[in-house]
């Protein structure tokens, strides 16, 4: 079956990074693109852009470009997201979801809580 | 890109329906019929409960039903039940490089 597992909890001091793992088993790693979703403490979910697991070209939302990586590692079915200088408001769970031709998200990984503190 | 516009909060009884909105514009809802709705319970994962607009992933109830009107989506919970207490989104295609957005949330409370 499809499953998507993440790396687990990290915490982090301001202006540090981060890279969260997300690796894909149960079907073609290359056949559906991956997304990235976060949802702050108590908030509601952020899409914070998607890469095209063919061709390793990411897209980012608005918002963010700039201190947010996403990248590949098809040789072992894994997405990495990556955040640098990090700051107190990036604290959040952050998951990755595989995202269907049509437009849906129809398997999640079960989140990864990014905490940043001094 | 702004966010889809979700009702904080509605409540219900069990046994009783209740459907929640899920209002875009012509950009996004209006313009695709590739709207989604996802399920999530405290400390878990989102997890769709309809996509293309009204359709059901196997496993999900067919308590469970959506449909769109113009501009808005919504999405209908008959004989709640105790279990449906959670937070649901809605998210639409909208095409361009943006590809998707989500709604803010909604969460339902069952009496």
């Known amino acids: 079956q499809v499953q998507l597992v993440q790396s687990g909890s990290e915490l982090k001091k301001p202006g540090s990074s981060v890279k969260v793992s997300c690796k894909a088993s149960?079907?073609?790693?290359?056949?559906?693109?991956m997304n990235w979703v976060r949802q702050a403490p108590g908030q509601g979910l952020e899409w914070l852009g998607w890469?095209?697991?063919?061709?390793?070209?990411?897209t980012y939302a608005q918002g963010f470009t700039g201190r947010f990586l996403f990248s590949l590692d098809t040789s072992v079915s894994t997405a990495y997201l990556q955040i640098s200088s990090l700051k107190a408001e990036d604290t959040a769970f952050y998951y990755c979801?595989?995202?269907?031709?049509?437009?849906?998200?129809?398997?999640w990984g079960q989140g990864t809580l990014v905490t940043v503190s001094s | 890109q702004s966010a889809l516009t979700q009702p904080a909060s509605v409540s219900g009884s069990p046994g009783q329906s209740i459907t929640i909105s899920c209002t875009g514009t012509s950009n996004d809802v209006g313009n695709f019929d590739l709207v989604s709705w996802y399920q999530q319970h405290p400390g878990e994962a989102p997890k769709v409960i309809i996509y293309e607009g009204s359709l059901r992933p196997s496993a999900v109830s067919d308590r469970f039903s959506a449909s769109r009107s113009g501009n808005t989506a919504s999405l209908t919970i008959s004989g709640l039940q105790p279990e449906d207490e959670a937070d649901y989104y809605c998210c639409s295609y909208v095409g361009g490089t943006t590809f998707v957005v989500l709604g803010g949330g909604t969460k339902l409370t069952v009496l």
């Open positions: 979801a595989r995202r269907t031709p049509t437009y849906y998200f129809d398997s």
């Open positions: 149960g079907y073609s790693f290359t056949t559906y693109a």
């Open positions: 890469i095209d697991t063919n061709t390793g070209i990411p």
